[in-house]
């Protein structure tokens, strides 16, 4: 599978992005969806992730309240709404799909994810 996301930019402290990720080339509806982040200088880390057929989504504790995972099986797509974003989420912003047989922690850890986009970067600026 094929992954693209796209929506990142330059936003102000506080404000709010939606990132879409499209894929294509396999049945969408087979994968988990995931997106996760690295900042210049850090790691790449988790974010959040959603089941096949996106009824039990994911977070970290970071993003928990203020990011919204979610999908679209018909349109291939998955998103993420950032809300009152902050200078600390800036970094490139990845999605991955993941398929196999996932367990609830499987869900957070990056190498369980075989696919990968190119990324989009979210820069937050106080």
């Known amino acids: 599978v094929q992954l693209q996301a796209f929506g990142g930019g330059l936003v102000l402290d506080g404000d709010s992005l939606r990132l879409s990720c499209a894929a294509s080339g396999r049945t969408f509806s087979d994968y988990v969806m995931g997106w996760f982040r690295q900042a210049p200088g850090k790691e790449r880390e988790f974010v959040a992730a959603?089941?096949?057929?996106?009824?039990?989504?994911y977070y970290s504790d970071s993003v928990k309240g203020r990011f919204a995972i979610s999908r679209d099986n018909a349109k291939n797509t998955v998103y993420l709404q950032m809300n009152s974003l902050k200078p600390e989420d800036t970094a490139r912003y990845y999605c991955a799909a993941g398929s196999g047989r996932f367990y609830s922690g499987s869900y957070y850890q990056a190498g369980n994810y075989l696919h990968w986009g190119l990324g989009t970067l979210v820069t937050v600026s106080s």
């Open positions: 959603i089941s096949r057929a996106g009824s039990i989504p």
